[in-house]
């Protein structure tokens, strides 16, 4: 989390890795069976965890013909049970198959209030009334296909930019510099153009093969600038 939040979101403890019990068993209802299981992980490490101090559970078992996943997640936080008294957590399962850099930051994006960041596709045009979203779509943007820095809507959203690094804009013709979005250091990182008559706004970000994002990044999406819209949800297409 620290170099795709500025520094503004630190691990200063790391992760500590705890015994837990046998992987849940996969039904129709995942809000039930998962918040459940890690009800018994907390009950395993509840006596070596001080639980008033931690924002986020994420629970790592073996994948299973019945958990055949890779991760999932509640969208922001949730409540816990814990011997040190309720807690309001972000909660991730994970399987074997999933600890990949991708799989973990999407799902600790999702227990942070993250929505996905979809994809727009629309053919030859750049956008257009035919365009249709992709779910989770986005290659440069780890709540989509991505495995590096989220886009610059979420780090708004986040306040892993200083609104000085933000420059809201309208109407005319602009020329306006925009540092990489990874690059640490003052800067603008992102144009918000406010769609006035949907409420929404484009943005426009700068994400090259540097840094954090030098192996995430497709070289063919290095190029050049990158648009995305927010939506009401906070999900950028």
């Given amino acids: 989390l620290n170099p795709t939040s500025g520094n503004r979101c630190l691990t200063p403890g790391g992760l500590s890795l705890l015994p837990g019990p046998n992987p849940p068993v996969e039904n129709d209802d995942l809000v039930i069976t998962f918040p459940g299981y890690s009800g018994q992980a907390v009950k395993a490490a509840d006596a070596t965890v001080d639980f008033r101090a931690v924002h986020g559970v994420m629970v790592v078992f073996p994948q299973t013909a019945e958990c055949a996943f890779q991760g999932t997640a509640i969208i922001g ?6 011997a040190d008294g309720p807690v ?9 198959a999933g600890l990949t850099r991708r799989v973990v930051s999407h799902e600790l994006g999702h227990g942070l209030g993250l929505h996905h960041a979809h994809w727009l ?15 989770a779509g986005n290659p440069l943007d780890t709540m989509g296909r991505g495995s590096g820095h989220v886009g610059a809507p979420f780090k708004e959203r986040l306040q892993w930019l200083a609104p000085e690094q933000i420059k809201t804009v309208s109407g005319g013709a602009q020329v306006h510099e925009l540092l990489p979005l990874s690059q640490a250091g003052p800067g603008v990182r992102a144009l918000k153009i406010p769609r006035l008559k949907t409420g929404n706004a484009y943005y426009v970000q700068y994400q090259p093969r540097m840094g954090f994002d030098s192996a995430a990044i497709p070289a063919e999406d290095a190029a050049g600038a990158l648009i995305t819209v927010a939506s009401g949800s906070g999900s950028p297409l």
């Avoid at 936080?77 to 814990?82: C, D, K, P, W, Y």
């Avoid at 309001?88 to 074997?96: C, H, L, M, R």
């Fill in 77 to 82: 936080r949730s409540a816990l049970q814990t």
């Fill in 88 to 96: 309001s957590v972000g909660q991730a399962w994970i399987t074997s």
């Fill in 121 to 135: 596709y629309c053919g030859a045009q750049a956008i257009g009334a035919n365009c249709r979203p992709i779910d």
